[in-house]
């Protein structure tokens, strides 16, 4: 099987350039997609699928981009598949005017960008050793591989099919989906138009990784409300909500954080801080892989929030909202659904590496619905960062994987 890497790396960095940054604030109102900039990317899939011979493309209202692709007559009577990948990027850094840097060929183990920010470490310096052809920013944008290389491989990996009408699968449903990065896209997922039983998320990131399991993900906001006064004058009536918020921050275990943990231990993240001296927020996104877990992190941060208030004389409140769960019990209901998947794996040249998701996908709320969803590897690497980069090879192993897949 040769994927054609041209069409391939185009199709990639004609997506990456438009702009589909998500917005959480927006997302958390209830508004879907929560930048109507997302649309600006659906309709450009919408007319390539409508090119490639898909059936059915729509977009909806919510900007879930949908389309069919017919079974072979071998496979009428097979169950469908369904292949996802989400339309939007994090709002950590900018993903606006993207600007795609393209290395081939490349000799030592980093790179080093126009702006002097480096890239460096054990995959970098692997995919270099290997002459693979890498992808960056100029340093000053994320590079918006998460989600885009995982549409680009569904996408080419379509083409390939209808390129090679003799290779018989089953019918592929395909859905592009807005704000994952958000959390709330499965919010509005179009279910009713699903007929699948089973899906695979294409938003994975180093060769080989195989996520079968993700967090448990709460999100916290602790709010205090302290007694705002002016400050020449502040003592003793004077309680700082800004104060309290920064002293609770401070008090979350420093060995649970995310720059502090890895592999399977959970972590305390607080994600923003704001407001005055009378009334101040915190948010803190909650971590674990056990549910049980959970419920002590939730614990702690009511008993953080109430000290915090009473050493200075606040007050303060607590809303813990639930954001996904942990897919690897519905998946283990399902094990013929990874199966597939490991031995496409293998059928590719590719050795399966089955590794905890240190965050969430939309699979990971699909499969919560009831459609188990593993999750694939696109080449992907430090997202949500100005030293994102992404392996063409990499990403064309993944587009062999789905094309092995759905002969299953």
Known sequence: MTINTTDLLDRFIRYVKIHTTSDSEVADQGKCPSTNRQFDLAEVLEQEMKD????????????????????S???????SVLL???????????????????????EGDRITL???LLIAGADIKSAIQNHETIITTDGNTLLGADDKAGISAIMSAVAYLKDHPEIEHRKIEVIFSPDEETGHSMDHVPLDMIKSKFAYTVDGGHIGELEIECFNAWKSEVTFYGNAI????????????????????????????PETTDGYQGFFAPMSIEGSMEKAKVVVFLRDFDSQNMEYRKKLIDILKDSTALSFGGRAEAKHTFQYANMRGKLDEHPRVVLNLIEAYKDSGVA???????????GSRLTEMGI?????????HNYHSRTEWLSLDQMQKACEVLVNLVQR
């Open 52 to 71: 490639l011979g898909f059936q059915d493309v729509s977009i909806n209202n919510d900007c879930f981009v949908y389309g069919e692709i017919p079974a």
């Open 73 to 79: 007559p071998k496979f009428e009577n097979e169950e």
């Open 84 to 106: 996802m990948a989400h339309l939007d990027t994090a709002e950590d850094v900018s993903g606006e005017n993207v600007n795609p840097v393209i290395w081939k060929d490349l």
């Open 114 to 116: 126009a702006n002097g």
């Open 230 to 257: 002016h400050t020449g004058s502040g003592r003793p009536n004077l309680v700082n909500a800004v104060t309290m918020a920064s002293n609770f921050v401070n008090n979350l275990p420093r060995q649970q954080a």
């Open 352 to 362: 399966p590496k089955i590794v905890p998701i240190r965050g969430g996908t939309d």
């Open 372 to 380: 188990p969803t593993p999750n694939i590897f696109t080449g992907g």
